[in-house]
């Protein structure tokens, strides 16, 4: 008797194991998903959708696999032809409500999509960002020649390049990000990026000790500096494991909805990641915008969470181009709502293809002009946008479009062949005016160019940035166009001190004189005396000031 109570009990006890065995593996290839995946837990996340859906999968094939095997254990065990014909039918369910669920889930996506539909909430997508009226001469000075960025983002990576080359201990064992994000350090326009193990192997090498420097680009004198750490960064997208910065970011703050994580560096040279967080302005899951972000220190691995409001101001990028880009497309598309944007089109503009970063103060402002949607190769203007805070500022200053620009430099020296880079917008004597870099085939920057905003068949070209500017105010003045020229001054005196320094290639001195503590900049080709010039030589020279910084146009010596 007791025998045959332990032969009925046997197939219930098969049973439970097999659920139990079929929880377990589900349990762990979900968790192998999510660790790989990294979804938000957040119900307004696409991705965490597709990820429920993804898990129900898992489980309906551990769950199809092992009524199958039960199929195959039926048949080895000699059932009846009808019990096996039931099992099968049983591991057939599974792949219906599979079907049922991918359907559910459509459904569901196309109903958040339309709760935040552009035709029902024009305005408020009009509204994701606000420009105000803002007056040029004002908000964006004249910065002196010596402070104009020279170097673009191609740039930057062929002289990070160079530097890595340069360091014969770090070159076979790391490379470098190709982020190159800008920033305002101390003042000054910069491109910063951190290396990055080479393989698997080379991480296996190095991990302990984590990733030894980062880079920095001057965009200004082009200077490229190695920035070796006391303790390395440990947490990046070259690392593996709980040190992996999504995953690390990620189990910190499982409800975050990140979006562009960027490297910056502190006032003190620490090195960061900033990640923004995603919100939702309009319907379920629409009006992408952003509403705080995470700073995550790369040595250490401490993160904090800031409003938007609260983000420390060394904080430059927590705006994505690409949403700013996006944003302001919405915000000329629905001036007058949805409809008028497709029939009529009365006030519809458009940003233009393609924009630049413009350092102001002590933030970093994304620019880029807005068209009509009808395309005319002009500007009604264009706006700068505050990738710290998103302050933008509309300025209704017509003129020819940055691709118009370029093709207007490039014909000054089509002889050359020389391409231009994407315009730079800068403030010469109260004029708004393009600048762009000349580079050859092999892209080595050549040459320099200033175009006239307004009238883009103004165009100064040369060798250095101070050449181009005086021809361009050359140009201007050729076509009685008012400038409001630096005034020039002259001051006499024996030199004090007198040291060099190579800018954008080309060697400037600066120095001082005995009756002042002041000092002047002059560029070696202003005099073929300037590279023996000393200590004590009388000198004469005439400068332009602007923000402080003198530069001098002539020099004579006594």
Sequence with gaps: ????????????????????????????LIFAAYWFLLPPLNIRSVSMWWFVFLA????????????????????????KIGQIGETAKKAGKPVKAVGILFLCFVVIGMVFSLIGAEIFHALAYNRLIVSEDGNFTAD?????????????????????????????????????????TQINYHGVPTRVTPLRYGDIIKWFNNQAQGIPAYITVDMTTQETALVRLEEGIRYSDSEILLRDLNRKLRFCYPTKIFDNISFEIDEDGTPWWVASCVTFRIGFWSGRDINGAVLLNAVTGESRYYDLADIPAWVDQIYDADMIMEQLTYNGKYRSGFWNSIFGQKGVLQPTDGYNYLAIHDDVYLYTGMTSVVSDESNVGFVLTNLRTKETRFYAIPGAEEYSAMGSAEGQVQHLNYLATFPLLLNISDRPTYF?????????????????VAQYQVVGTGSTVEAARDDYIAKLKEEDIAVDDLAQNTVSGAIAEITSAVISGDTHYFLTLADGGEIYEAPVTLS????????????????TESNGARTVTSIVFS
Excluded: W
């Excluded at 129900?56 to 059932?79: K, M, Q, T």
């Excluded at 076979?172 to 990000?177: L, M, P, T």
């Design 436 to 452: 762009v870099s000349l580079k050859d085939a092999a892209g080595l920057v050549k040459m320099y160019a200033f175009v006239d």
């Design 56 to 79: 129900a999968v898992i489980c309906v094939v551990v769950n199809a696999f092992s009524a199958f095997a039960v199929f195959l254990y039926g048949i080895h065990s000699s059932r």
């Design 1 to 28: 008797m007791k025998k045959t109570v332990s032969i009925q009990n046997e197939p219930a006890k098969k049973g439970v194991v097999r659920i139990a065995a079929d929880v377990i593996l589900c349990a762990v």
């Design 528 to 543: 073929d005396r300037l590279p023996f010039a000393k200590a004590g030589d009388a000198v004469t020279l005439t400068f």
């Design 140 to 180: 964006v000075a004249e910065i002196s020649r010596s402070q104009i960025p020279v170097v673009d983002r191609d740039t930057a990576s062929r002289l990070g390049q160079r530097k890595l080359g340069e360091i014969a201990d770090l070159v076979s064992q790391f490379e470098i990000e190709e982020d190159y």
